[in-house]
């Protein structure tokens, strides 16, 4: 089943924040999320695994809620640097992980 | 010291053409992924191997055949290859999710291969 992101593309001045969600109709294992620069492979930001975890480094942080449904990505103070696209996957009961469409982040000056 | 390196980054092919892509990582970990990546950027699992056994085969056309001959390699070959074939390809490695190990879970992607058929 694949995960849900919204919105689909956003943007933004540097300095502004941002959140990106990532919604499952089935409670999930893990969630995952990933950020693709233009022309380069998906980089891995992190893993959650429990419900009602919160975690991050720097200005950029993730939430994963109690059902495990619901995942959002927060990108504070975003910098040039954060335009690309981001991803979240999930993974259910096998080992797929399964990823979402999406989100379009761009970051201008 | 490139942790998932594949081969070739470019490839250009005739319709009906048999072609192969390599990869190898070299960071240890048990478990290996193919993933197609369309024009959309949609990331679609094709195949999984854990330790050279086969755990993940997609709905994926049969001309499509995985080979992986050790847990540091996983090559794809393709036969016959199709309009629709042309994508970004991406091998991608991960480790198990370790509670004291920052970074563990994650899958690792290569640089990808671009794969256009002519």
């Known amino acids: 089943q694949q995960p849900v992101q919204s919105p689909q593309a956003v943007i933004l001045r540097e300095g502004e924040d941002a959140v990106i969600n990532c919604s499952s109709s089935?409670?999930?294992?893990?969630v995952h999320w990933y950020r693709q620069k233009h022309g380069e492979a998906p980089v891995f930001l992190m893993i959650l695994l429990k419900g009602g975890e919160q975690k991050g480094h720097d200005k950029i942080s993730a939430s994963f809620n109690e059902k495990k449904q619901q995942s959002s990505l927060y990108l504070t103070a975003s910098q040039l640097s954060y335009s690309g696209t981001y991803f979240c996957?999930?993974?259910?009961?096998?080992?797929?992980?399964?990823f979402g469409k999406g989100t379009k982040l761009t970051v201008n000056p | 010291d490139t942790a998932v390196s594949q081969t070739p980054k470019y490839l250009v092919t005739q319709m009906g053409n048999d072609k192969s892509i390599k990869c190898e990582q070299n960071l240890g970990h048990d478990t290996m992924y193919w993933y197609k990546q369309d024009s959309k950027k949609f990331l679609k699992i094709m195949f999984s191997?854990?330790?050279?056994?086969?755990?993940i085969n997609e709905t994926v056309p049969n001309r499509f055949s995985p080979k992986s001959p050790d847990k540091a390699h996983l090559n794809l070959h393709i036969n016959s290859l199709e309009l629709g074939d042309s994508a970004v390809y991406f091998c991608a490695s991960s480790q198990a999710w370790d509670r004291g190990r920052e970074g563990s879970g994650g899958y690792t992607f290569g640089s990808g291969t671009r794969l256009t058929v002519v």
């Open positions: 191997y854990n330790n050279k056994e086969l755990i």
């Open positions: 996957a999930g993974q259910g009961g096998s080992e797929k992980l399964v």
């Open positions: 089935k409670a999930l294992y893990s």
